[in-house]
């Protein structure tokens, strides 16, 4: 029975030694089922990059008795490897014991090419947008930051002014001066200035600037940043 199904069956022993594979392993993998059932059978078909560390799963696993699933390449005949996915399930006595373990396995190569074949997409729009729009100062990709630099290539090119908040240390001015950097007046100097070390009575003309007489101390005409 197990033979007519399409999807890779293994049986094991409580220890994960192999007893038994169906048609569909042989066939894919070239091998014997005595040469399934050999001790070395898991480093002769799984991926040199995969074998310590689903070894070292799979033992931990079995030994606490509980289904578990893996994904790994396989070695098929043809001298590729494909991705699998692995459901372990036990098998037990009416004592409770594990008798036996029972894996199926499930092609998956696909939906692996199509997870890789997005990931380097988003890579390289990632890169791509870091390119084009400098922000290598800027770190991090959570939706909230991805947001905020979307924001910033929106509003950059226009003439609107720009209120950021924010808590102290979050990089407000990271983003005034990304925001200047993709302005019009990118060509121009950025000043930044810090608010709180002017007395709030000042800071109109220190910002804005002053005509000579204005106020007290206001001995000469000055020009402000803004």
């Not at 079995?62 to 396989?74: I, S």
């Not at 800071?203 to 000579?212: D, Q, R, T, V, Y």
Request: one cysteine or more; charged letters at 30%; proline letters at 4%.
């Amino acid at each position: 029975m197990t033979d007519a199904i399409a999807s890779f069956i293994y049986v094991f022993r409580p220890d994960g030694t192999a007893l038994y594979a169906n048609q569909a392993v042989l066939d894919y993998t070239g091998l014997t089922l005595e040469e399934v059932q050999r001790e070395d059978f898991p480093a002769r078909i799984f991926h040199p990059e995969d074998v310590e560390r689903l070894l070292e799963k799979r033992n931990e696993t079995l030994a606490r008795g509980k289904p578990f699933e893996v994904e790994k390449r396989e070695l098929g005949k043809d001298g590729k490897y494909r991705w699998f996915l692995v459901r372990y399930n036990p098998l037990r006595d009416d004592q409770g014991h594990i008798i036996r373990w029972y894996a199926t396995g499930t092609d998956i190569e696909d939906r692996k090419r199509a997870e890789e074949s997005m990931r380097d997409e988003n890579l390289a729009l990632r890169e791509q947008i870091d390119h084009a729009f400098m922000f290598e100062e800027i770190v991090g990709s959570s939706p909230a930051l991805q947001t905020v630099l979307s924001s910033i290539v929106r509003v950059a090119p226009t003439d609107s002014t720009v209120l950021i908040t924010g808590e102290t240390g979050t990089g407000k001015e990271l983003i005034a001066r990304a925001i200047h950097k993709h302005s019009r007046r990118s060509g121009q100097a950025f000043i930044s200035v810090n608010c709180a070390s002017i007395p709030s009575s000042l800071i109109a003309s220190e910002l804005f600037g002053h005509e000579k007489g204005a106020f007290t101390g206001a001995v000469q005409r000055r020009q402000g940043p803004l």
